[in-house]
């Protein structure tokens, strides 16, 4: 499976962005997806996770309750709406696609899409 990443941008703090992670193949509903983030300085940390069929989610503690993951099978894509950005969460972010259920090991996801800038100021 192919991953592209985009939505990415500079927004002020407080603000929102929609991030589309867009894969190609015909087995896409097959795989578990997740979105790390990678900060400059800083190595790529996990932020969500969702099952293959969309019923089970997984997020960072720092992105709990101001993240959300989401897909659509039909459509090939996986989505992640971020609220309330804080000038912490600027990094590049990546989607990867895994065939292990329910992980957030970086390890365990063998698909990456480049990834997109998020930059949040204050």
């Known amino acids: 499976v192919q991953l592209q990443a985009s939505g990415g941008g500079l927004v002020q703090a407080g603000a929102s962005l929609r991030l589309r992670c867009a894969a190609s193949?015909?087995?896409?509903?097959?795989?578990?997806m997740g979105w790390f983030r990678q900060a400059a300085g800083k190595e790529r940390e996990f932020v969500a996770h969702?099952?293959?069929?969309?019923?089970?989610?997984y997020y960072a503690d720092s992105v709990k309750g101001r993240f959300t993951i989401s897909r659509d099978n039909a459509k090939n894509t996986v989505y992640l709406q971020m609220n309330s950005l804080k000038p912490e969460d600027t990094a590049v972010y990546y989607c990867?696609?895994?065939?292990?259920?329910?992980?957030?090991?970086?390890?365990?996801?063998?698909?990456w899409g480049p990834g997109t800038q998020v930059t949040v100021s204050s």
């Open positions: 990867a696609a895994t065939t292990f259920l329910q992980t957030t090991r970086e390890i365990d996801y063998g698909y």
């Open positions: 193949g015909r087995t896409f509903s097959s795989y578990g």
């Open positions: 969702i099952s293959y069929s969309g019923g089970r989610t």
